[in-house]
């Protein structure tokens, strides 16, 4: 059972445009909400992470969107940039057995063009 | 950030050998850490969480007795795959939050594990 659904799998954006993620999530247990940049060849890294009683975080070039009745969140990357070329993974994590378990989301490998 | 290293990053073994996996947590303790398995173009799948001083949990359908863990102490954890064969080949990542009931994530740069 895929409990975090991502889409587009890939996507292809001109640079200096916006590049929008979308995740969505079954479990209504999960209370954090993660995205992660992987480039190839290397571990995740945080990229931002929003909670559930938050609708909207910006970081930088960055935007989480979180929509808590639809069970939905998405990633905004403004003004993309030919280095925001990774795959992103979306994720949802809840408190289990005494730690924090995450799920990951399929994963969608961003290619920005110059 | 927190780090977190993880050695070695890639390693080719024959079938039948037993391969090890070290991850380390480098500027925090970490009593909890996380062992992934990631296959191309796909997500990280959990394989098992390793606790320090205690037996790792595994998730459903990972052979502990395949995949080793040990977490002797605050700051390292090993996988060792034993008598790999080729279909074990794969992207392995640890990870680990810098505190025990942590949401962050710090995760290693991962092991290419190849097996001819």
């Known amino acids: 059972q895929q409990q975090v659904k991502q889409s587009p799998q890939s996507l292809i954006v001109q640079k200096g445009g916006i590049s929008i993620i979308n995740c969505a999530y079954e479990?209504?247990?999960?209370?954090?909400f993660p995205w992660y940049q992987q480039f190839p060849g290397k571990g995740p890294a945080l990229l931002i992470a929003?909670?559930?009683?938050?609708s909207e975080k910006k970081e930088g070039r960055f935007t989480i969107s979180f929509n808590k009745s639809a069970k939905q969140f998405s990633l905004h990357i403004m003004d993309s940039q030919p280095g925001d070329s990774a795959t992103y993974f979306c994720?949802?994590?809840?408190?289990?057995?005494?730690?924090?378990?995450?799920?990951f989301g399929t994963g969608t490998k961003l290619q920005v063009i110059p | 950030g927190a780090v977190v290293s993880q050695h070695p990053s890639r390693v080719i073994c024959k079938s039948g050998t037993s391969v090890k996996i070290e991850c380390r947590s480098l500027?925090?303790?970490?009593?909890?850490m996380f062992w992934y398995r990631q296959f191309p173009k796909q997500s990280l799948m959990l394989m098992a969480t390793?606790?320090?001083?205690?037996?790792?949990?595994?998730e459903q359908g990972v052979e502990k007795d395949k995949f080793l863990i040990n977490h002797a102490s605050l700051t390292l954890s090993t996988l060792t795959v034993t008598s790999a064969h080729p279909e074990d080949s794969s992207f392995y990542i640890c990870?680990?939050?810098?505190?025990?009931?942590?949401?962050?994530?710090?995760f290693g740069s991962g092991t290419q594990l190849s097996v001819l």
């Open positions: 990870s680990a939050p810098k505190a025990t009931r942590g949401e962050k994530l710090f």
């Open positions: 479990n209504t247990a999960f209370d954090y």
């Open positions: 929003i909670r559930p009683d938050v």
């Open positions: 994720a949802a994590s809840s408190h289990s057995g005494g730690y924090q378990k995450v799920t």
């Open positions: 500027d925090f303790q970490a009593t909890t």
């Open positions: 390793s606790n320090e001083g205690s037996k790792a949990t595994y």
